[in-house]
């Protein structure tokens, strides 16, 4: 072996440690981002069929009757007319 080989043999083995911490620390980041993208993935999914499955279901029909509404409003406008 050359010395330069030698160098870099030694300071890679001096290195070790904190190379190994390093790559033990991306790869949980990395499993974390994996995960996070999973679950993001799975409720945006389920979200969108729980979408589906409720647009599909009949909705119940609601029908206002606005007479009192009309009739007290038109009273309204009588009194106004009539206090003037």
């Known amino acids: 072996m050359s010395q330069e080989k030698v ?3 030694k300071k890679e083995k ?3 440690k904190q190379t190994m911490k ?3 620390v991306q790869n949980v980041l ?3 981002m994996v995960g ?3 679950v993001l993935l799975i409720g945006w999914i389920g979200y969108s069929a729980y979408g589906t ?3 599909k279901k ?3 029909e609601v029908e206002i009757d606005y007479t009192a ?3 007290f409003s038109q009273k309204l406008d009588e009194a106004a007319e009539e206090a003037e």
Request: aromatic share 8%; hydrophobic share 20%; net charge positive.
């Open 30 to 32: 990395r499993k974390c």
């Open 53 to 55: 499955y409720e647009s």
């Open 22 to 24: 390093k790559e033990k």
């Open 58 to 60: 009949t909705k119940e």
């Open 14 to 16: 001096a290195d070790r």
């Open 7 to 9: 160098d870099r043999y």
């Open 69 to 71: 509404l009309t009739d």
């Open 36 to 38: 996070i993208v999973a």
